[in-house]
C-alpha cells in the first residue's frame, strides 16, 4: 500500500514537469526569441499607458501578453518560477472576449500564485496527489480579474503546504532567487516574486504569516498585504481548509509602486463584493488617497526590532536608509514602544497551527518530500508531551532562554476549548493594539520585513520561526507593504568582529545562524509599512526614480552624475541582466568620486563631458536618458538650452525616454537674493549677474522647449517639497548651491564672510531657533517624463 502510493506520487510528479516542458516547448517560436525594441519598450511602459493602449487598439493586447510570455519564459529557464504554462489559451481569451479590454486592466499580462483556479488547469499547490483537479470554470477572483481585463497567462511556485518562506516541492521543483541561484525567492507566494523581479507586471499571491511580504523582501518587488475583506478571497485553494485562526488573505504584487497603486485601485474600482463574498462592499476612497497625497507631513512610527530577532546588519540600514528618507522629505519619525510583538508571535504561532498541522500534510502521500521547516514543527507537534515538557523546561532554566521556550511550551495540537480560548487571547491583543495606535497618533509604522535577507535553500529548518515581523500584522490584520530599499554588501554590512551568536534566543540563533554578508551580497533588502487601512500606499521612494522605472537590460546614461550615490544602486539592478550605465558630469572630481563610489559595478562607466557642447554623446546608444538635480545649473546658459536636450534626443535609442528633475524657487530664491546682496558690496553687480549658475523654467517652458527637438512629453509636474537641513545645516546648503556662484571671489577670507552672512540672514527665513531647532529649506522640485519617438 504505502510502495503504490510512493511510485503514483512519483509518477503524478513526473506528469506535472512533462506537462509543463511540452506546454513550454509547443509556445510559437516568437515566445523563445529574443527581445526586441518593442518588447522593452513594452516592459518600460507605465501600465496606464499600457491600458490606453488596449483601449484604443483591442490588437496591441496581443504583443503584450507575447512581450511578457517572453518575461516569463526567460524568468523561468533561470528560477523555475513557472507552475502551469496558460500561454496559449490566454491568446485565445483575447480573441474569444473572455477578457474584458474594456477593464482598467485591458490586456495586462497577470501572473497567479499556483493556488488560485484558473478553468481547464489544475490547482496542484505542490501536492501530488491534487493532480488532475482541474476546475472547468474560472474561480470568483479569476472572473473578476478577467472582468477587469487582465490576462492570466502563467502561474508559479509555491512551498508544499503553503506554509514556508522557502518555495519547493517535488511536483515542481525547487524555485531560486534571482539574484543568487543558491538562495530561496521566499514564500509561500516565492515564484511570483522571482518572475516579478525578472520583469513580470503583476502578480497575486496568498498571505497567512508573511507570503507576499516575504517575497517582496527577498526578491526586490513591491507588494500589499491587504485586510480581510478588502480584496477577493473566494477562488483559491488552500492546503488549510478552516484555518481561520489567523486567516489567509490573497493580495497584490507587482514590479513598480506606481502597478502597485494602479492595480489595487482598479480591483477595489471593480466592486469585488460582487465576485467575492468575503468583501465588504467598500468603495475606494478617493478622497482618502487625495488627503493623504496632499498631506505635508506624516507621522511616522519606527519599529527597530521585535524584541525577538534583532535585524541583522542590511535590513537595520536598509530601515535606517528609510528613516532619513522620510526625515529629509520634512516627515516626523517617532520611536514607538508598541504592545510586545512576541505575545503576538506566541499567540499567531498557536493559531495557525492548532490542529498540530495535521489538515496541511493530509493530502501528502507517503513518501512524498516536506518543507524542512514545516517538518520540525509537525516533528516536535508529535511528540509526546512529557518529554517535550522536560525539554521546555531544560530549555527555560537550563539554557536560560525564555523567548524559545515560551514558543515550544504549548506546542501541541488544541482542543475547541482551547482553541476558543487563544481567539480571546488574539482579540484582547488586537484591543490593545488598537488602543495604543489610537494613543501615539502615527499614520503608519515602518520596520524591518525579516531579520535577515533571503535565507539559503534549506533554510527554514532552522529559520522557520523567524517570521514574527510580518506574522505579528496577519495576527492584527493590519494592512502591509514591502518597499524595496537597497542591496546586501559584503563591506558595510558584515557583522561586529564582537557579534557571538551563542549570546542569542533559540529563534535568533536560527535566523544568524544563516547569516553571511559576503555570500549574500547583491541580494535585496526591503522595508515594511504598517496601516490601519488598504487605501493608502506610502510612498517611500524618491518620485523621480520610481518615473525611471529602471529596468535589467537599460541601458543609461546618467547627465550630471554628481559622487555616483544613485548609480551605485541602478548599476546592481542592471547588473541583473545585460544592462549598462555611463554617468557623465563636468566636474572631474565629482566623476572621480563616483568612479570610487561605482569601484565594483563593472557595467558602469563615467567620465567627463560637458553636457552643453553639440553632439555630446555618442548617438542613439541608449535606452534612457537620467538627470537628477543637475540640470538647474547645466542650463543656466540660455544660448545652450536647446542644444542641450538635442544632445540628449540624439543620444537615445528610438523608442527611448529622457527623465529629468530639477530644483529651484522657494528658499533657493531667498538664497538667491542673500548672495546677490552680500557680494554686490565686494564686486560690480554685472559679474553678479555674469556668474549666476541656476536656471528654472516652468512646466510650459519645459515642455515646449523638449517637444521643439522631437520629444513626445508623457509627464511633467511640479512639486514643494520642504526639507530637513542636514548637518550642516543652512550653512552647509549654501556651500553645496551657492559654490559655483562664489567661486568669483578669488579672495578665500571674503567667499567665507559671504557664506556666513548668507547662513545668518536665511536661519530667519528657514527656523531652527525655536521648536525642535530643526531647519527647514524648501524646494520646488520641476519634473518630466519625455519619449523619443520609435523610428
Not at 480581510?228 to 477562488?235: D, E, Y
Not at 525539554?391 to 495540537?413: E, F, I, N, T
Amino acid at each position: 500500500m504505502f510502495l503504490l502510493d510512493y511510485l503514483n506520487h512519483r509518477r503524478d510528479c513526473q506528469f506535472k514537469q512533462n506537462e509543463r516542458v511540452a506546454r513550454l516547448r509547443g509556445l510559437p517560436s516568437c515566445y523563445h526569441a529574443a527581445f526586441s525594441p518593442l518588447d522593452r519598450d513594452i516592459v518600460t511602459k507605465p501600465i496606464q499607458s499600457l491600458v490606453e493602449d488596449v483601449h484604443n487598439d483591442p490588437s496591441k493586447a496581443t504583443q503584450i501578453l507575447r512581450t511578457y510570455g517572453k518575461v516569463a519564459v526567460k524568468a523561468h529557464e533561470k528560477t523555475n518560477c513557472v507552475t502551469e504554462v496558460m500561454i496559449e489559451p490566454a491568446e485565445r481569451w483575447l480573441k474569444d472576449g473572455s477578457v474584458n479590454l474594456k477593464g482598467p486592466l485591458a490586456g495586462i499580462p497577470i501572473s497567479l500564485k499556483d493556488s488560485l483556479e484558473v478553468g481547464g488547469f489544475d490547482t496542484t499547490v505542490g501536492i501530488s496527489s491534487l493532480t488532475g483537479n482541474a476546475q472547468r470554470t474560472d474561480g470568483p477572483h479569476v472572473k473578476l480579474l478577467k472582468d477587469a481585463g487582465a490576462v492570466p497567462y502563467v502561474k508559479t511556485n509555491i512551498p508544499i503546504t503553503l506554509l514556508s518562506f522557502e518555495s519547493t516541492n517535488q511536483v515542481w521543483g525547487q524555485c531560486t532567487n534571482p539574484y543568487n541561484e543558491k538562495y530561496t525567492p521566499g514564500g509561500s507566494t516565492g515564484g511570483e516574486g522571482a518572475l516579478l523581479a525578472l520583469g513580470g507586471r503583476l502578480g497575486v499571491g496568498s498571505d497567512v504569516a508573511g507570503s507576499v511580504r516575504v517575497p517582496a523582501h527577498w526578491s526586490g518587488i513591491y507588494s500589499l498585504r491587504c485586510s480581510t475583506g478588502r480584496w477577493p478571497k473566494s477562488g483559491a485553494l488552500t492546503p488549510m481548509p478552516g484555518q481561520d485562526g489567523v486567516p489567509s488573505v490573497l493580495s497584490p504584487m507587482t514590479r513598480t509602486l506606481n502597478d502597485l497603486a494602479y492595480f489595487t485601485r482598479s480591483i477595489v474600482q471593480m466592486e469585488p463584493w460582487k465576485y467575492c463574498y468575503t468583501c465588504h462592499p467598500l468603495a475606494w476612497r478617493s478622497d482618502v488617497e487625495k488627503a493623504y497625497k496632499e498631506k505635508k507631513v506624516l507621522k511616522v512610527g519606527i519599529m527597530r526590532t521585535d524584541n525577538v530577532v534583532d535585524p541583522s546588519p542590511p535590513c537595520q540600514r536598509a530601515l535606517e536608509m528609510t528613516e532619513a528618507a522620510l526625515r529629509r522629505a520634512g516627515h516626523e519619525i517617532r520611536e514607538i514602544s508598541p504592545p510586545d510583538p512576541y505575545e503576538g508571535l506566541q499567540a499567531a504561532s498557536l493559531l495557525l497551527n492548532n490542529d498540530g498541522v495535521r489538515t496541511a500534510t493530509d493530502c501528502m502521500r507517503w513518501g512524498e518530500w516536506n518543507d524542512k521547516g514545516v517538518a520540525q514543527m509537525l516533528f516536535y507537534m508529535r511528540l509526546p508531551r512529557p518529554i517535550k515538557y522536560l525539554h521546555y523546561l531544560w530549555v527555560k532554566y537550563v539554557r536560560r532562554d525564555p523567548v524559545w521556550a515560551g514558543l515550544l511550551r504549548d506546542w501541541h495540537p488544541k482542543s475547541a476549548y482551547e482553541v476558543w480560548g487563544l481567539n480571546a487571547r488574539r482579540e484582547a491583543y488586537k484591543r490593545r493594539w488598537f488602543e495604543w495606535w489610537n494613543h501615539v497618533d502615527v499614520d503608519f509604522i515602518i520596520a524591518p520585513p525579516n531579520a535577515t535577507p533571503a535565507v539559503p535553500h534549506g533554510g527554514m529548518h532552522d529559520a522557520v520561526s523567524s517570521c514574527g515581523y510580518t506574522f505579528l500584522f496577519n495576527l492584527l490584520d493590519y494592512t502591509a507593504g514591502i518597499i524595496p530599499v537597497t542591496h546586501v554588501d559584503r563591506e558595510k554590512d558584515a557583522l561586529s568582529p564582537h557579534f557571538n551568536i551563542k549570546k542569542l534566543n533559540g529563534v535568533a540563533q536560527g535566523a544568524y545562524k544563516l547569516y553571511d554578508a559576503d555570500a549574500m551580497h547583491g541580494l535585496p533588502v526591503g522595508v515594511q509599512a504598517y496601516q490601519h487601512s488598504a487605501s493608502f500606499v506610502p510612498k517611500l521612494a524618491t518620485k523621480i526614480v520610481q518615473w525611471l522605472d529602471l529596468q535589467k537590460d537599460d541601458v543609461l546614461l546618467d547627465v550630471g552624475c554628481g559622487d555616483g550615490v544613485l548609480d551605485v544602486e541602478f548599476a546592481k539592478i542592471l547588473a541583473q541582466g545585460s544592462g549598462s550605465l555611463h554617468g557623465t558630469d563636468a566636474s572631474l572630481a565629482m566623476i572621480d568620486a563616483a568612479r570610487q563610489t561605482c569601484r565594483d559595478a563593472p557595467n558602469a562607466t563615467f567620465q567627463v563631458i560637458d553636457s552643453t557642447t553639440p553632439n555630446a554623446y555618442q548617438r542613439e546608444t541608449y535606452t534612457k536618458v537620467f538627470s537628477n538635480a543637475a540640470l538647474h545649473w547645466i542650463l543656466s546658459a540660455p544660448s545652450t538650452r536647446t542644444s542641450t536636450f538635442q544632445s540628449m534626443y540624439d543620444a537615445l535609442q528610438p523608442g527611448g525616454s529622457l527623465i529629468l528633475e530639477m530644483g529651484g524657487q522657494g528658499n533657493v530664491c531667498e538664497m538667491r537674493t542673500a548672495i546677490v546682496s552680500a557680494l554686490a558690496r565686494r564686486m560690480s553687480m554685472e559679474n553678479i549677474i555674469a556668474a549666476e549658475p541656476w536656471f528654472f523654467p516652468n512646466e510650459a517652458w519645459l515642455q515646449r522647449t523638449l517637444e521643439s527637438v522631437g520629444f513626445v512629453v508623457e509627464r511633467c509636474e511640479r512639486e514643494w517639497r520642504p526639507t530637513t537641513a542636514d548637518r550642516g545645516g543652512v550653512e552647509g546648503w549654501v556651500r553645496l548651491m551657492g559654490g559655483q556662484w562664489l567661486d568669483v571671489l578669488d579672495d578665500e577670507q571674503q567667499r567665507e564672510e559671504v557664506i556666513k552672512e548668507c547662513a545668518q540672514v536665511l536661519r530667519h527665513v528657514c527656523g531652527g531657533e525655536g521648536g525642535d531647532g530643526k531647519e527647514m529649506i524648501s524646494y520646488v522640485r520641476l519634473r518630466a517624463v519625455a519619449k523619443k519617438p520609435a523610428a
